[in-house]
């Protein structure tokens, strides 16, 4: 955790972040957590898969990690987009979501 924490203070990015949780992946949620509709089995063969590509969307997609989780109607992936810990969500005086946090949003949207 102190590393983690330090990272986190460290202002180094997205990037940094992305490395440590794929050395970790116990950090992401769904590793142990009900993430998703359904009861929960756990994640397929225990695995994350960290930026895989994702076809068939118009344009080529690469969420930040892709847990395959299964269910007894359903194999259903679950994908976790991160950014950069130093973005702010609202802006500081009138409270309103940031541009940065809106462009996230809207990606996740899409």
Known sequence: MREWDALLASGGGEKPVQ?????????????????GPGGHHGASLRSVISQ????????RRYPDFMWVRRDTAAV??????????AKR????????????LTEALDQLID
């Open 52 to 59: 895989p590509e994702l076809q068939g969307l118009g344009r």
């Open 19 to 35: 490395k440590f949780l794929e050395a970790h992946p116990s950090l992401l949620p769904g590793a142990t957590d009900d993430v």
């Open 76 to 85: 259903r992936p679950i994908c976790i987009e991160i950014e950069d810990p």
């Open 89 to 100: 969500w609202f802006n500081p005086k009138s409270q309103t979501p940031t541009a940065e």
